[in-house]
């Protein structure tokens, strides 16, 4: 996080603590802030109208959480952000929020960044979603969650968080039954492997080379 979006910290806020499994907000709340978040993991995600969940982003520590339609009348959050851990936060709520972007030059511009990064981010999940089927959705959030989380090393890259088919399954818009029939694929060609319930890759370059990748920035590369 740049230094002028820390300075959200110098505006008034309050400190909120979210038990696990818990919602700082729900999609058609009507929005009253953005949270800076302090410990713990944030879900960023949509539920259809048939139950089915789709995870855009987590997340973490020093992120921020909250799509903000600024200056408007009426705005609601479009998205849910489900704690998957306890979390500590701090909360600006929109009305200080929109007097300090008005009158602070600099941390409207760094806001303005933070917010084209996430709408590149979630363009281009879109894009793998769209052109790249089944087998490309999965292994594009694979390595947006090396990006993300991943810890290299000379056997290759663990995803340093325990992830079940399921939440895959939820990251990749499919069912979990697909993400299984998948994962066991690139573990029978030796790409990717189990260690401790969280999944360790032998070989980015393949899951690249199999989508075309763009080598796009790694800033618009990633889960969180």
């Not at 499994?21 to 879900?43: A, M, N, P, T």
């Not at 909360?91 to 941390?107: F, M």
């Not at 810890?151 to 895959?168: F, P, R």
């Amino acid at each position: 996080m740049s230094s002028e979006l820390k300075e959200l910290l110098s505006i008034r806020h309050s400190v909120k603590e979210y038990k696990k499994d818990s919602y700082l907000f729900r999609e058609g709340d009507s929005i009253k802030g953005v949270y800076f978040i302090q410990q713990g993991k944030v879900q960023i995600g949509k539920v259809t109208s048939e139950g089915r969940e789709l995870t855009l982003r987590i997340c973490g520590r020093n992120q921020l959480v909250g799509e903000v339609t600024l200056f408007s009348i009426d705005a609601k959050y479009m998205l849910d952000a489900k704690a998957l851990e306890d979390v500590t936060c701090v909360k600006v709520s929109i009305d200080d929020l929109e007097k300090e972007l008005a009158e602070n030059a600099d941390l409207a511009v760094a806001f303005m960044k933070w917010m084209g990064v996430n709408h590149q981010k979630t363009q281009t999940k879109f894009r793998d979603l769209l052109l790249h089927g089944k087998k490309g959705a999965l292994y594009s959030t694979l390595i947006r969650l090396t990006n993300s989380y991943g810890e290299k090393d000379e056997h290759g890259i663990l995803i340093d968080m325990v992830l079940t088919n399921q939440e895959l399954a939820n990251f990749c818009g499919m069912t979990r039954e697909v993400v299984n029939r998948l994962l066991n694929e690139l573990k029978k060609l030796g790409k990717v492997s189990m260690v401790n319930g969280k999944i360790y890759i032998h070989d980015l370059q393949y899951l690249k080379d199999e989508i075309l990748c763009e080598d796009c920035p790694i800033a618009f590369c990633k889960i969180d």
